[in-house]
């Protein structure tokens, strides 16, 4: 974390050229990051490589056989140092999807409550930066994912003022 101070946080991730963000580009694969909200409204930076913002609005079904998600109450990294997902027993399908893309002129604004995932492309390297700002009182901890064997391993890195400096080396190198 570059920033620790509520309502101000300032948070800094890194994909590497190994990440598995490449799987949430289609439900046909099964997601490494599931769609999710925050606990707080958030704006997305970009700082280098390719990455797409992917929100959907999902609504509840009864049945497995006509679901594209599962519902799971997730364990934050960030917050515990360990994530783990324990699932509800509720199926989700998505009703829309839209991706946007992250770069330089595109910054991405979300509420606390807009479901989203993240794209790279495989075997790409990207960062970027993530700005919170005030709590949401009414947040729930959930993750909506076609993947029930969750792991963290091989999405991102989040970084702090070392890697920040690592990072602004790379872009410089990238423009050499």
């Known amino acids: 974390m570059l920033h620790d101070s ?25 997601m490494s990051l599931g769609y999710h909200a925050h606990h707080c409204d958030i704006r997305l930076v970009h700082i280098f490589g390719p990455i797409k913002n992917i929100t959907a609005q999902i609504h509840r079904v009864a049945a ?3 679901s594209d998600l599962r519902e799971y109450r997730y364990e934050s990294k960030i917050l515990t140092g360990k994530s783990s997902l324990t699932a509800t027993g509720a199926f989700y399908n998505i009703t829309s999807a839209h991706s946007k893309d992250l770069n330089v002129v ?48 091989g999405l991102y890195v989040q970084g702090d003022s070392l890697m920040a400096a690592d990072i602004l080396q790379i872009c ?3 423009h050499e």
């Open 106 to 153: 595109n910054r991405i604004y979300m509420t606390a409550k807009a479901k989203h995932t993240v794209f790279v492309p495989r075997f790409q390297q990207a960062a970027w930066f993530v700005f919170e700002s005030a709590e949401d009182p009414d947040y729930e901890p959930y993750v909506y994912t076609n993947n029930d064997k969750y792991s963290d391993e």
């Open 172 to 174: 410089v190198n990238k």
């Open 64 to 66: 497995t056989g006509e």
């Open 6 to 30: 509520p309502g101000n946080r300032i948070r800094l991730f890194h994909a590497d050229d190994g990440h598995e963000l490449w799987k949430n580009d289609v439900i046909a694969n099964a």
